[in-house]
């Protein structure tokens, strides 16, 4: 009992703390993230620059980071995800980037889920073995890669738009982020 009151005592005014919001919350800061500069572009490994060109072109584009090792970068495309994903959005460009394997891009996996040919595909070579962690590439075009899968959009000519950093989509999710990016291109 006295543990109980003494969790409520220490707990209660933490909530309330959490609870209060915070100063202009009414006003929403958007921040544009910008990739690595063109001087910068010797810096960039070939895939980096491969993607680079894709995303300066017109139109709206999905940058995915996959490993074929990874749980949920194969769970995604056993359930069809990005089947679906791809499926539903012909207007947007599709880049898949295969990570922390190698530099092996492992195109079978893609063909085996059926991974449509209109998809780009590239391998990103690491700084020697993948399987050591101290090897392996953290930022592509100067943007941390967290986690895998990991999915970035892009709109505008290589402007980042959404970056999701913690695993595996859906394509409810997908759909709205991308209908969100291509309207009200004027406020941005």
Known sequence: MLRSLA??????????GCAQPHEGAGDVQIEEVALAQPAAADSLTETE?????????DGVHVVHFWAPWCHNSMSEFR???WN???????DVTFIFVTVFNDGDL??????QHYIPDRVHTFAQPDHGN???RSNRRKTFLGLPITWTPTTWIFNRNGKLAFA???????????????DNVKTNWSRH
Not at 84 to 90: G, R
């Open 130 to 132: 993948s399987n050591r």
């Open 79 to 81: 359930e069809g995800v």
């Open 49 to 57: 620059q491969q993607v680079q060109a894709l995303l300066a072109e």
């Open 164 to 178: 999701l950093n913690y695993g595996e989509v859906r394509p409810a999710l997908m759909t709205m982020l991308l």
């Open 7 to 16: 969790f409520f005592i220490i707990l209660f005014p933490v909530s309330l």
């Open 84 to 90: 679906e994903i791809i499926a539903a959005h012909e």
């Open 106 to 111: 492992d195109e079978w996996v893609l063909s």
